[in-house]
């Protein structure tokens, strides 16, 4: 079964770069679907951040597309997130998902990472 | 952008019917979900294209869509639901967008 694990520092600090890695076990990430992340601030709703497919195509958030940045290491079977100039509002946990194109849904989650951006 | 709005919180008891409501800001296609949140834990879809039951998810919940109004029904609510439901919207795939969360509490 397909499963997706999220690693990466808990606590980063201000102004610098949230850098996120998702193994993926059970499928292959080059044979087919679009990859991302989503993030959910403490008590607050979910917020897509952006995908990678399996072509190499990416897509951002129009608000963090600035400074956003998501790649995939084929050979590791895993795509990482780089989020730079980060501040307390980028506190949250982050999710790594798959996204099915067929339905158009989110159809497997990481269990998520909390990262906590502080001095 | 496609904004979704869903009221915060439903108050219920169990055994209750109760419908949680998504509103587009647009009209939309038919590629909607439902999503429900535990504390502690990933969101689990429950409801795809709009109607569409997620298989192994229990029969008492159900979605339907009035125009730009979303809503997801659930007939007899039971203890283990008590938790927060999201809607996504998919129409702007693979650019998607969630609705705010309505959180279903114990009245």
């Known amino acids: 079964q397909v499963q997706l694990q999220e690693s990466g520092p808990g606590l980063v600090k201000p102004s610098e770069t949230l850098s996120l890695t998702c193994a993926v076990s059970?499928?292959?990430?080059?044979?087919?679907?679009?990859w991302g992340w989503i993030r959910q601030p403490p008590g607050k709703g979910l917020e897509w951040i952006g995908s990678i497919c399996h072509n190499g195509d990416t897509y951002y958030n129009a608000s963090l597309k600035t400074r956003l940045t998501t790649s995939a290491d084929s050979s590791k079977n895993q795509f990482s997130l780089d989020l730079k100039s980060v501040t307390a509002a980028d506190t949250a946990v982050y999710y790594c998902?798959?996204?099915?194109?067929?339905?158009?849904?989110?159809?497997?989650w990481g269990l998520g990472t909390m990262v906590t951006v502080a001095a | 952008d496609i904004q979704m709005t869903q009221s915060p919180t439903v108050s219920a008891s169990v055994g209750d019917r109760v419908t949680i409501t998504c509103r587009a800001s647009q009209g939309l296609n038919n590629y909607f979900a439902w999503y429900q949140q535990k504390p502690g834990k990933a969101p689990k879809l429950l409801i795809y294209?709009?109607?569409s039951l997620e298989s192994g998810v229990p029969s008492r919940f159900s979605g339907s869509r009035s125009g730009t109004d979303f809503t997801l029904t659930i007939t007899s609510l039971q203890p283990e639901d008590f938790a927060s439901y999201y809607c996504?919207?998919?129409?702007?795939?693979?650019?998607?967008?969630f609705g705010g969360g309505t959180k279903v509490e114990i009245k």
């Open positions: 996504l919207q998919a129409d702007s795939f693979p650019s998607l967008s």
């Open positions: 294209s709009v109607s």
């Open positions: 059970g499928y292959s990430i080059i044979n087919g679907y679009c």
């Open positions: 998902v798959r996204l099915e194109h067929l339905r158009r849904v989110f159809d497997k």
